[in-house]
């Protein structure tokens, strides 16, 4: 069964930092592209950023760019996402997903991230 | 890039069929056969429903369908049930390695 657990959200005043991990079981992990997405509250889903399986290729949306780092440890079976410069805007629940054939077929339950003075 | 458009609210009674449209550009739903459909129940995680514009993951009936004519994409939902009240939201693949989504629909069994 595959099964994707994130953590690391909190409150973070804005400036701030955070590292959100997503560990992931039930598939071989190292093949697949992996995929950050968050929905602001009350909101519509947004994708945020993916990586290939191998950590060669990486991808963000234009609002994240230089902000935001996607990477993974294949060995640990686990992707990651470093939030800088955080602001009020990038306030989500933020969601790791498996990604294949274009689409996000597994998903975790999320992780609440909030950025407040 | 600009979300895909959605009408925000769909209706209809159980055993009716129901259909969502989802336009983009032909930048993005135009341009590729990679749209997929999500349904999100309150408080959920969405889970997927359609890929590759009309494709069914295992484990999702068959009354759930997909299709695409130009620059819209539309899921249509057959036999509406109780359960199938949720949101719903559109996503295609677009240029620079991007993903955009729909604003989402929500849908309303009578």
């Known amino acids: 069964e595959v099964q994707l657990v994130e953590s690391g959200g909190g409150l973070v005043q804005p400036g701030g930092s955070l590292r959100l991990s997503c560990a992931a079981t039930?598939?071989?992990?190292?093949?697949?592209?992996m995929t950050w997405l968050r929905q602001a509250p009350g909101k519509g889903l947004e994708w945020v950023a993916n990586?290939?399986?191998?950590?060669?290729?990486?991808y963000y949306v234009g609002s994240v760019e230089g902000r935001f780092t996607i990477s993974r440890d294949n060995a640990k079976n686990s992707v990651y996402l470093q939030l800088n410069s955080l602001r009020a805007e990038d306030t989500a629940l933020y969601f790791c997903?498996?990604?294949?054939?274009?689409?996000?077929?597994?998903w975790g339950q999320g992780v609440l991230v909030t950025v407040s003075s | 890039q600009s979300a895909l458009t959605q009408p925000p609210s769909a209706s209809g009674s159980p055993g009716q069929s129901v259909t969502i449209s989802c336009t983009g550009t032909s930048s993005d739903v135009g341009g590729y056969n990679f749209v997929s459909w999500y349904q999100q129940h309150p408080g959920k995680a969405p889970k997927l429903m359609i890929y590759e514009v009309s494709k069914r993951p295992s484990g999702v009936p068959d009354r759930f369908s997909g299709s695409k004519s130009g620059n819209t994409a539309s899921l249509t939902v057959s036999g509406l049930q109780a359960e199938d009240e949720a949101d719903y939201y559109c996503?295609?693949?677009?240029?620079?390695?991007?993903?955009?989504f729909g604003i989402g629909t929500k849908v309303t069994v009578l």
């Open positions: 996503s295609s693949f677009a240029p620079n390695n991007n993903y955009v």
């Open positions: 039930g598939f071989t992990f190292s093949t697949y592209w």
């Open positions: 990586i290939k399986g191998d950590g060669g290729e990486r």
């Open positions: 997903a498996s990604h294949v054939n274009w689409a996000f077929d597994y």
